[in-house]
């Protein structure tokens, strides 16, 4: 029998075709998503139908879709898209992320009552944002979805729309640590109630496709946040500190217990499978070696030759790479800076590492702060688009400080949507043992401590 994930994440829509028994990869295809922070959610949908079109689902049992994360998708009362999705890299709400900070009484209060501190990405900051800035959007909904919520009830036709723990627990109204919602902070945050969609347990069967165009599939998994899924896709277990190089930077881990972070760096998600997932997000990872090979007038490839060429530490440039805000850090407003340049240092090969430096900085602070909240790291997995960069992969164990295992590049998260699939087809208790992620390599370096040194001042100086 066959399975299908779906990945609907910030640049596309990827879909992968399994066996369910064993997991092995029988086709897969993918389509792209116009760029933007707000996206009429309907390009997920042409996207999904366009991928999966051409007898990609043909003769598949089972579907789950994984989706980014924290998405405000407004429906009104016939079902239809109030106003485009706000995305999670979309900063407008960050006042109103403050607003909220300050009306529960401070950050440590929304880490107790929901496991993370609100930044913009966070749903409830949006619904906030839409209250006071589109009262006429904001009086015509009556319900929320996130982007995974809203491509699986288009799935089911329609009806009943279903969630999961691990994506509900990135809306900043869900207890991650009690698994229930907190009408009271939606309410509080959008000044009345709004319908949210249903908890679904982990491999629960929501019943099967009922969307036109669409094959006949029996069984619909609940789906789940991409981080989550790319989680199940691995087969992470505790200790494995997964770093995701995609639009997003994310490092993050499954855990047995929940944190609560007063800082904001570690949010407190949940996972797919009733564990958690405490993770940091960053807004820069693989787009901001894409805007340097565009500036520099290359491809990717030359890119990553000319960072390669130039020594560690970039002959003393550093990028803070905050090209589209900061999240983590929280620094909405930043932009992005170069700092160290020389007439001697101003060349392609030393701005191109610098670049891959800046960003890796960002994630290697990312995985110091789960470290800070006792998320054990036994070893680091690189995935995500950029990790298919060759400089990313030589240079992260350099600015990371250890080991990295970059398992074969693959789409980890779609996988682990057809993983959840296969799981609910069998209903068992725990997902099904697959094969796992193909060989993986491990990268070594002896540690640049003073590249992340430099960073630490430039960063310093903004925070
Ligand atoms: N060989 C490569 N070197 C560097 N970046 C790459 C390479 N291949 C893909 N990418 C980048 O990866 C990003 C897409 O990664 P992906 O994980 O699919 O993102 P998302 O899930 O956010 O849509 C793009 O910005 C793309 O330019
Ligand atoms: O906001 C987060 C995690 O909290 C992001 O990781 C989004 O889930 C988007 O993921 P990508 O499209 O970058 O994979």
């Known amino acids: 029998m066959l399975v299908a994930g779906v990945d609907s994440s910030t640049q596309g829509t990827k879909i992968v075709v399994r066996d369910a028994g064993t997991g092995a990869l029988v086709r897969s295809a993918q389509a792209a998503h116009p760029d933007g922070t707000e996206i009429d959610p309907r390009y997920w949908w042409d996207a999904l139908l366009q991928v999966g079109g051409d007898g990609l689902l043909d003769d598949v049992a089972a579907i789950g879709v994984g989706a980014q994360q924290h998405g405000m998708v407004a429906v009104d009362g016939d079902g239809a898209v ?253 932009a992005g800076r170069l700092d160290g340049m020389t007439r001697a240092n101003l060349h392609p090969a030393a701005v191109a590492r610098a670049f891959v430096e800046g960003m890796l900085c960002g994630l290697a602070d990312a995985v110091d702060a789960l470290t800070a909240q006792d998320v054990p790291v036994h070893r680091v997995l690189l995935i995500g688009g950029a990790a298919r960069s060759a400089a990313v992969r030589s240079i992260a164990p350099q600015i990371l400080g250890r080991p990295v295992v970059v398992p074969e590049p693959g789409e980890y998260v779609a996988d682990g949507a057809a993983r959840q699939a296969a799981w609910a087809l069998a209903g068992t208790t725990e997902p099904p043992e697959w094969a796992g992620p193909g060989s993986a390599e491990v990268y070594e370096a002896d540690p640049a401590p003073e590249v992340r040194e430099r960073y630490a001042r430039a960063r310093s100086a903004l925070t």
């Open 82 to 334: 109030v106003r485009p999705a706000l995305l999670w890299n979309d900063t407008r709400s960050a006042g109103a992320a403050q607003d909220l900070i300050d009306e529960l009484g401070g950050p440590a209060e929304w880490a107790r009552a929901v496991g993370s501190v609100p930044v913009a990405s966070l749903t409830v900051t949006k619904l906030r944002w839409l209250a006071q800035h589109e009262p006429e959007n904001a009086a015509r909904t009556e319900q929320v979805m996130l982007p995974h919520d809203w491509l699986t009830w288009r799935l089911r036709g329609e009806t009943d729309p279903v969630t999961d723990r691990g994506d509900a627990s990135g809306t900043g109204y869900f207890d991650t640590a009690q698994g229930s919602y907190r009408p009271d902070l939606l309410r509080m945050a959008f000044g009345r109630d709004l319908g949210v969609p249903r908890v679904a347990r982990p491999a629960e069967n929501t019943g099967p496709v009922r969307a036109p165009g669409m094959p006949e599939i029996g069984t619909v998994a609940p789906g789940t946040g991409d981080n989550m899924a790319a989680a199940l896709g691995l087969e992470a277990r505790p200790g494995d500190v997964v770093v995701s190089l995609g639009t997003s930077g994310t490092a993050f881990a499954v855990a047995d217990k929940p944190v609560a972070d007063a800082s904001g760096l570690v949010t407190g998600f949940a996972d797919a499978t009733g564990r958690f997932l405490p993770l940091v997000a960053t807004l820069n990872a693989a787009r901001v070696l894409d805007a340097g090979a565009r500036m520099l007038g290359v491809d990717l490839e030359e890119f990553g030759r000319l960072a390669l060429s130039a020594p560690a530490g970039a002959e003393g440039l550093t990028l803070l790479p905050y090209l589209d805000g900061e999240r983590t850090p929280n620094l909405p407003e930043a």
